[in-house]
């Protein structure tokens, strides 16, 4: 399994609040992900990167910033949050994206409750 | 936009067979992705099917139907450890191949 860890695991926090999550990688791979999963929803895009800053954006990334200085660690930001931001967030790698076919590995997850 | 449809939960009897449907918009994708998420934890892949067909791999066998916008999830012999839910998601044609996912199947296994 790809080396993949993200922190904080669990975090509860206020509105209006900022919080970073963490992700961080040892299998040098290029393209890392962030999702978040919420119940009756599949997983949905924030952001990802291609590339040390390089990055794009998902479906969803309204009210998130990332940030990736380095190939290992991936920042996902809530810059003020909200409840409708209290969910479940997914990292995740890919060694390339230039073919198809290609797996994510996953990160635990960081639960994060907004109060 | 592209809509992946799956069923919602799945019951099924340890030992038996069960197939988990997925059915999306013929156009817009590339290959069909399945992965396999227990409660609490990441999901981990399955199965990559970007040809129409069976693909098989041990209790697992995933098909694809690309006219008909069809994909099931074959499971065998079904354990106890098999219950989790299963999440089927499309591989989209942009140069990046993002992945669009649909909500995810729960599977019960009862003994």
């Known amino acids: 399994d790809a080396g993949i860890t993200q922190s904080p695991r669990h975090k509860v926090t206020e509105t209006g609040t900022p919080v970073t999550l963490r992700c961080h990688q040892t299998?040098?791979?290029?393209?890392m992900y962030w999702y978040r999963q919420d119940p009756g929803h599949g997983l949905r895009l924030i952001h990802y990167s291609y590339g040390v800053k390089d990055t794009d954006k998902g479906e969803v990334s309204d009210g998130y910033s990332v940030s990736r200085s380095k190939t290992e660690d991936f920042l996902l930001t809530l810059e003020s949050a909200t409840s409708s931001q209290t969910s479940v967030y997914f990292c995740?790698?890919?060694?390339?994206?230039?073919?198809?076919?290609?797996?994510?590995?996953f990160g635990p997850g960081t639960r994060l409750t907004v109060t | 936009g592209q809509n992946i449809d799956q069923p919602t939960e799945m019951t099924a009897t340890e030992g038996a067979i069960v197939q988990i449907n997925c059915t999306y918009q013929?156009?817009?994708?590339?290959?069909l992705f399945w992965y396999q998420q227990h409660a609490g934890e990441a999901p981990t892949f399955l199965s990559y099917n970007v040809l129409d067909g069976l693909e098989e791999k041990g209790r697992f066998s995933s098909f694809l139907s690309r006219s008909k916008g069809y994909s099931y999830l074959l499971l065998k012999e079904l354990q106890m450890k098999d219950s989790a839910s299963y999440l089927c998601a499309g591989e989209g044609t942009d140069s990046n191949y993002q992945l669009i996912w649909g909500a995810g199947t729960k599977l019960i296994i009862k003994p």
């Open positions: 299998e040098n791979h290029r393209y």
């Open positions: 995740a790698t890919q060694t390339s994206a230039g073919t198809g076919g290609v797996e994510q590995y």
């Open positions: 013929t156009s817009g994708f590339n290959g």
